[in-house]
């Protein structure tokens, strides 16, 4: 039995805010559905062969235009789909109406929804008792590691209260009934990983960040492109002669660094690792300490996946006017408690955007701390997402034909099943390719063929 939410007592299929955007929220679902070709092609033989037919399938990811025709394609291959928000802030509320009226799919999820409902609905999606789990920054499958290993003072309050009145045998169930679950982003990846590392994951993961096909362009190109657009829509500032300084020089900071180079900015980039700061330095950046960044950035981004990244001894050196943002997974990489602390504030000047006094000047916070393409933008393009979820498509379908087979650890979808996305992604760009003759087949094959 599927169960879900409840409210007000009875129980209940969804939680939106308002079913009459339902309208608004299917033209903007079709919209991003144009660009999503390779998507759509999965969907097509989905739903010939229904390879998820009777599978229930608990999604906690940004309820985006995105997300919405991931979740149909799911649907399409046989899934009972129920979808809660991966972030507070990211849900397109009209997205959501779309999927509960027009699919039927069950959605919990609220554009800026309190901490508190924030988790009612991540229970919700975990009394969907999924055969498969879908991530994006691991909340389903940390929520249910807690349970496995009844360390339930660790659970959010709603869950944690739900998950009391479950008997000792329904709670083993819960993750018994987990054959293998997703993970779409890096952050989500890396905690995973120290759980297998630690001998404690319950089940097979599929790291779908780990697929050249997501991070190379979602990462780079997606992140890069939607940072700047949530940083642009928060604040209109002109980034042409600014100095932007971009922490971590990862997939996402490299496009990210990359896209503000190319409106025109100065770029700083900060790192921890000396062969990422290596390659910046010779991508032709500056590289520098945030120390010594502080007192020259107009614009500080993080996108580490680190925690406390932007410290109060930054911020307090800072110009007056300073404009710092977060792109990372979670909304740790700037010391908002500490700001918080010393400063005077916050004001609200305008939506996204926040301000603070600080040592006699102003610095302005944007989006919580949060991710800012979510938060003030509309994620990532389409294009780019839709080779990240051809990846959690064809990962769902790989758990459910592979489920005797894979072992309680992180592993990626085969490195054939990437390159086909690839090579999808290309058709439809109209982009064609030479293939190896054979002469050259040799040649590669060979050790002892002419120098
Ligand atoms: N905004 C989005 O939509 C979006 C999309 C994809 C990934 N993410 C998230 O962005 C974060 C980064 O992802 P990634 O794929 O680039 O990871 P990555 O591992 O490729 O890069 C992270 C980089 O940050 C550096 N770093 C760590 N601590 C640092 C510190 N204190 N100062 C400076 N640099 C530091 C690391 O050395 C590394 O080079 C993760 O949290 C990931 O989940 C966000």
Redesign the pocket.
């Given at each position: 039995m599927s169960e879900t939410a409840t409210k007000g007592g009875a129980k209940a299929t969804n939680d939106i805010k308002d079913i009459k955007l339902a309208d608004e929220g299917r033209r903007r679902t079709e919209w991003a559905e144009r660009s999503m070709p390779v998507l759509r092609h999965i969907r097509e033989r989905f739903a010939r062969e229904r390879p998820l037919t009777g599978k229930r399938l608990a999604a906690c990811l940004h309820v985006t235009t995105e997300t919405a025709n991931l979740a149909v394609t799911l649907q399409a291959g046989g899934a009972d789909v129920a979808l809660c928000a991966s972030n507070p802030l990211s849900t397109q509320d009209d997205v959501a109406a779309h999927l509960v009226r027009d699919h039927g799919i069950k959605v919990f999820a609220i554009k800026g929804e309190d901490h508190a409902t924030y988790y009612e609905h991540i229970r919700a999606a975990l009394a969907h008792r999924a055969d498969i789990t879908m991530d994006d920054?691991a909340d389903l499958v940390g929520a249910l590691h807690m349970i496995a290993l009844n360390r339930l003072d660790d659970l959010a309050p709603p869950v944690r209260k739900w998950v009391e009145t479950l008997s000792a045998a329904d709670r083993k169930a819960l993750v018994a009934g987990v054959i293998g679950s997703t993970e779409e982003?890096?952050?989500?990846v890396i905690r995973l990983k120290a759980m297998a590392k630690d001998g404690v994951l319950q089940f097979p993961v599929i790291a779908v960040?780990d697929s050249l096909t997501k991070?190379l362009f979602?990462?780079r190109y997606?992140?890069g492109q939607?940072?700047l657009d949530g940083i642009i829509r928060a604040t209109n500032l002109l980034i042409a002669g600014s100095t932007v300084v971009v922490?971590?020089?990862?997939?996402?900071?490299r496009g990210f660094a990359m896209r503000a180079r190319g409106a025109g900015a100065n770029v700083i980039v900060?790192?921890?690792?000396p062969m990422?700061a290596l390659e910046a330095q010779m991508d032709g950046y500056r590289v520098a300490t945030?120390e010594a960044a502080a007192p020259v950035g107009d614009l500080f981004v993080t996108?580490?996946?680190?925690v406390e990244?932007i410290r109060v001894e930054h911020m307090k050196a800072m110009k007056d006017g300073a404009v710092v943002a977060n792109?990372?997974?979670?909304n740790v990489e700037i010391d908002l408690e500490g700001l918080k602390k010393v400063a005077t504030g916050p004001v609200r000047v305008r939506e996204f955007v926040e301000e603070f006094q600080l040592a006699g000047k102003k610095i302005f916070v944007l989006g919580d701390g949060r991710?800012i393409?979510?938060a003030a933008a509309e994620?990532?393009p389409a294009s780019v997402m839709d080779m990240s979820f051809a990846n959690q498509a064809l990962a769902a379908e790989y758990v459910v034909n592979n489920a005797k087979k894979l072992g309680k650890e992180v592993s990626r979808i085969p490195a054939d099943l990437d390159q086909e996305i690839a090579r999808l992604k290309l058709q439809s760009m109209g982009v064609a390719i030479d293939t190896l003759t054979a002469a050259q087949r040799k040649y590669l094959a060979s050790w002892d063929m002419g120098t």
């Open positions: 920054g982003t890096t952050t989500g960040n991070h979602d990462n997606g992140t939607s940072t922490a971590g020089y990862g997939w996402c900071g900060t790192e921890i690792d990422k945030m996108l580490t996946g680190n990244v792109s990372g997974h979670f991710l393409n979510l994620g990532h």
